[in-house]
């Protein structure tokens, strides 16, 4: 659920700051509320099999063991992995989407001249931070490199199914990941090399998220990097 905030820093924000920690808010509820029912709907299902077990023993099946174990096992991979995977995946995803709703309109309201077109290979996202950074000197590197790894891994997600064989930029994509903590390339799904979101990992970037991409918009306008946007774009600094 979303987490108590200091009030004084809340109203430091603009209301459009303000919308986007909720934006963000509502991506770490998602996850949670997700997996806890998955640790409640494993729990109902163990409880299940192990009374069906117990009956089966009482009948003197012989096999009642060995469908028990086979039993267990389909749970576990179904809950463990199957599920908590994809609920990642989807929150990944709409992670990246929600920074893309952010920086969009914060685009439209800048003050920088931007080039027409982006260079190849960048999403627009992280063009728009390096510009953003760029401009106001907002010490952005590192917060804009974990983007850009995460929006790569959205693209293995939504292009190949999450699968590094399939993933055209793999090679790319795994040198990245050697210094990220969280995510990882396995063979969790038994498919081939996949990747693995770890628990946690994306909650505790939502965290880091929340702490400042709400501020950028006031950075920027403190800055003059950005006009209200109520009123008409000044022309952009030459």
């Known amino acids: 659920m979303v987490k108590p905030i200091d009030l004084s820093t809340f109203l430091d924000h ?3 700051a303000i919308d986007t920690y ?3 808010a509502d991506i770490e509820d998602f996850i949670d509320l997700s997996e806890r029912n ?3 709907e494993k729990n109902r299902e163990l409880h299940e099999a ?6 089966s023993l009482l009948g003197e099946r012989r096999d009642a063991t060995e469908d028990y174990v086979n039993t267990v096992k389909s749970i576990d991979y179904r809950f463990d992995v199957s599920l908590t ?9 709409s992670l990246i989407t929600t920074i893309e709703w952010v920086l969009l309109p914060l685009k439209k309201r800048s003050n920088i001249e931007f080039p027409k077109q982006k260079p190849a290979g960048i999403s627009e996202a992280v063009h728009i931070l390096h510009m953003f950074n760029r401009a106001g000197s907002l010490c952005l590197e590192s917060k804009i490199r974990s983007i850009e790894t995460l929006v790569h891994v959205r693209n293995c997600i939504v292009h190949a199914a999450g699968l590094l064989a399939s993933y055209k930029h793999d090679k790319d994509l795994r040198k990245r990941l050697v210094g990220c903590h969280g995510i990882k390339i396995s063979d969790i799904n038994h498919l081939g090399e996949a990747i693995e979101i770890e628990p946690g990992y994306l909650q505790g970037f939502l965290e880091d998220l929340q702490c400042w991409l709400p501020s950028l918009e006031r950075d920027m306008r403190e800055k003059g990097l950005i006009h209200d946007s109520s009123l008409p774009s000044p022309a952009p600094p030459r």
Not at 50 to 55: I, L, N, P
């Open 22 to 24: 909720f934006l963000l």
């Open 50 to 55: 192990e009374s069906q077990w117990e009956k």
């Open 38 to 40: 998955i640790d409640t």
């Open 85 to 93: 995977q994809r609920v990642r995946y989807a929150a990944l995803v």
């Open 14 to 16: 603009t209301f459009f």
